[in-house]
């Protein structure tokens, strides 16, 4: 007998109009392998064929709509790119002018005049008349009626390479109406009635049927609500049902007191006050450390909102518990940085810190190496070198992984067998991504955000110049550097072309070395194609003040401190992500004079560029930056999330359906309370499709 689950499974050569070569098309191009995967590959939009409108009725823009008319005329008008096909449709109540940019030669062959055509599309007004530019159209002759026996025609997303094959969006859809009549009675319902019933919502076998074929509208809003929240729920729930294992799984070291060293440090040698944030974020993760289980944490702030010295700190508990702390970060220049920073402000302590990188030298490193081992090293700080297998701890129990996305996902797991029981372990970010998405994108590591700047801060003044503002630039960095402050000039890396790359640059440089001229200024350079040592050098240089200009492809090595620094200048702004944009104008602003930032671009912006560029300039709060970003663009762009394929979703939306995302995540957590192992019958069916879902994932508490 053939199961339910069985028939879903079934391979999709077997559905009727496939075959061998059809089926290979499908598995490359679309990852459909089974009767499952087609149903569950859904349409992009419907054409709504239960209403025409009349030219006369359409109102407003924004809406798909369908027209039935005659083109009457058809003219090609303008030049070069402002070249477009304009026609005329007409119905029985007006007119509406249909608009193409491109193709327009294949559309000119296929609009022979005087027919009858049905249009697909959005209306807009443009000078007073609507019009729809590149309008889908079907010709009611090619199409006869008895193919679409539903008033709703779904159009699925293709490829080049599968049109060619015959699989065009009509044929995808055959296919699923030929699917859905026989897997249709086999479609089991995978949420609890609970869960069902109270949120109201559709059946899952509705859901799949409608979503193809929808019987009206309100049953497509319907599939598609009931769909994105399976969608979402599963995720959320895949995730903490994975931090669950682990925290299960792995116990962690019990840091229970906050001793002399955290006190001593705490009430004689902290520089400054902490801001409530940073309070707020030690308790949360002492809290966390002292629960017997291992901690996973991200830890999110802003630019300049004090991570390292909250690292410190917490640095300081696992000492007074008997314990050594790593400190990991990116690159040599960040880690010295760390290094001088955190041995001055433990000079006065009892502390010992030392420094790792590739460059220690042998018998330094012999030493440290032993101190490790032997216990008597406290603190490390370094870069990748703390991972290589020759370093080993006496009793590693807590790491911190500074700008986490610089690191590979290989290179973090190691730090976890440093210890028989894992370390606790802290991944900081100053890459802003709203709460919702962070808890999906993490789901299984937990969360803290210092969402605070220290008081007294300045914010940065940003500015957007175009180039015909240069002499007004120069004689602005004239006047700060004549104050005593420092510049950073950056320019744009264009990763296709790295000799261009440094055209820029280096055109930048002669031009800044005519307005700047030696002796009364010096400049430094950095880019990607010095050696490692002469780009130290420069750093340093910049660093201690012997240039006040530092001009750079985007190797300003990020968390940089220079506080003598005052103004960024990003030139070609417009080519830069915000958020990169974002964690430049971070580089200055750290001391307590007024820093600047100045987005330099040419004079001829698109709509979008200059939405960006405004953004910057009217806030400096990265959080909201990473909102408009995110909006604008979308999540897929955002570091880090590439690889992670958790972003994937096929009808969800993690910034359109935030709201979702928070609920979901509160009944998933709910729900695992509850019934940890989903063990309950009326919970059966969720667990059952967790399990598949748990078989492909994506395992960030492990890996970080
Ligand atoms: P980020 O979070 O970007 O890594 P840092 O840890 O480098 O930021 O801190 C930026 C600067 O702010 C440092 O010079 C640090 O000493 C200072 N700082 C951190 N916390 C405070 C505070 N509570 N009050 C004043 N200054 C602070
Ligand atoms: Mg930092």
């Not at 994975?242 to 001793?259: A, E, R």
Request: aromatic letters at 8%.
């Amino acid at each position: 007998m053939i199961t339910q689950v069985d028939l879903l499974e079934t391979p999709i050569e077997f559905l009727k109009g496939v075959g061998p070569k059809k089926a290979d098309i499908l598995r490359k191009e679309f990852n459909i392998f089974t009767f499952d995967d087609l149903l569950n590959y859904y349409p992009y939009r419907h054409i709504d064929k239960s209403k025409v409108y009349h030219i006369a009725d359409i109102q407003s823009e924004g809406a798909y709509i369908q027209l039935k008319g005659r083109v009457v005329s058809s003219e090609i008008m303008g030049q070069q790119r402002g070249k477009r096909l304009v026609c005329k449709l007409v119905d029985e109540t007006g007119s509406i002018d249909l608009v193409w940019f491109n193709g327009i030669k294949w559309v000119e062959e296929m609009l022979r005049e005087n027919r009858d055509f049905i249009v697909f599309g959005k209306p807009t007004l443009f000078n007073n008349r609507w019009n729809i530019t590149h309008p889908e159209l079907i010709d009611p002759k090619n199409q006869p009626v008895s193919a679409v026996p539903m008033s709703f025609q779904p159009l699925y997303n293709t490829s080049d390479k599968a049109k060619r094959a015959g699989l065009d969006s009509k044929a995808i859809s055959k296919l699923v109406m030929t699917l859905l009549p026989q897997v249709r009675e086999v479609i089991q319902e995978r949420l609890s009635n609970d869960i069902r019933q109270n949120l109201k919502l559709m059946s899952l076998k509705d859901a799949l049927c409608n979503i193809h074929y929808p019987e009206d509208m309100q049953a497509l809003s319907q599939a598609m609500l009931r769909l994105k929240f399976d969608e979402l729920f599963f995720t959320q729930l895949k995730m903490l049902k994975l931090k669950l294992v682990t925290s299960k799984k792995y116990k962690g070291h019990v840091f229970s007191v906050v001793g002399e060293t955290f006190n001593t440090f705490y009430h004689q040698y902290l520089p400054f006050p902490l801001t409530n944030a940073q309070k707020r974020v030690i308790k949360e993760i002492r809290a966390d450390m002292g629960s017997g289980r291992q901690m996973n944490r991200l830890l999110q702030g802003d630019v300049g909102s004090g991570k390292t010295i909250t690292a410190l700190l917490l640095m300081l508990i696992a000492k007074d518990n008997g314990f050594q702390s790593c400190l990991m970060a990116p690159t040599e220049i960040l880690a010295t940085q760390h290094y001088e920073n955190i041995k001055r402000q433990l000079a006065p302590m009892n502390v010992r810190v030392e420094f790792l990188s590739g460059s220690t030298k042998m018998a330094k490193r012999r030493e440290i190496h032993e101190g490790l081992q032997n216990g008597d090293v406290d603190i490390i700080i370094g870069t990748h070198a703390l991972i290589e297998d020759e370093v080993r701890f006496k009793n590693l129990g807590f790491v911190v992984i500074d700008e986490q996305h610089r690191f590979g996902v290989e290179q973090r797991a190691k730090l976890w067998r440093k210890n028989t029981i894992p370390p606790h372990i802290l991944v900081m970010t100053a890459t802003p991504i709203p709460r919702t998405l962070a808890m999906t994108l993490y789901g299984d590591l937990d969360l803290s955000v210092i969402d605070e700047l220290p008081k007294g801060r300045k914010p940065i003044i940003t500015a957007h110049y175009f180039e015909k503002d240069r002499l007004r630039l120069n004689g602005f960095l004239q006047r700060e550097i004549a104050k005593g402050r420092q510049v950073f000039v950056v320019y744009p890396l264009i990763k296709e072309s790295e000799k261009m790359d440094l055209q820029d640059l280096m055109a930048g440089y002669d031009a800044m070395s005519r307005a700047f001229p030696l002796p009364q200024y010096a400049l430094g350079i950095v880019h990607g194609k010095m050696k490692p040592e002469e780009k130290e050098f420069e750093m340093q240089r910049f660093i201690k003040n012997g240039t006040q200009i530092l001009l750079s492809t985007t190797v300003i090595e990020v968390g940089i401190d220079v506080p003598n620094a005052t103004v960024m200048v990003v030139e070609n702004a417009e080519r830069f992500g915000l958020s990169q944009l974002h964690q430049l104008r971070g580089r200055v602003g750290r001391g307590g004079e007024q820093s600047y930032c100045i987005l330099m671009s040419g004079n001829k912006l698109t709509t979008e560029s200059k939405q960006r560029l405004d953004a910057m300039v009217a806030t400096t709060d990265g959080f909201e930056i990473a909102n408009f970003d995110l909006k604008l663009r979308g999540p897929g762009d955002l570091q880090g999330t590439q690889q992670s394929g958790i972003l994937d979703f096929k009808i969800a939306d993690l910034i359109k359906d935030e709201k979702m995302v928070a609920y979901t995540r509160n009944l998933a957590k709910a729900l695992l309370e509850k019934d940890p192992d989903l063990s309950q019958p009326e919970n059966a069916s969720m667990a059952r499709h967790l399990a598949k879902l748990m078989r492909k994932n994506v395992y960030w508490g492990m890996i970080s």
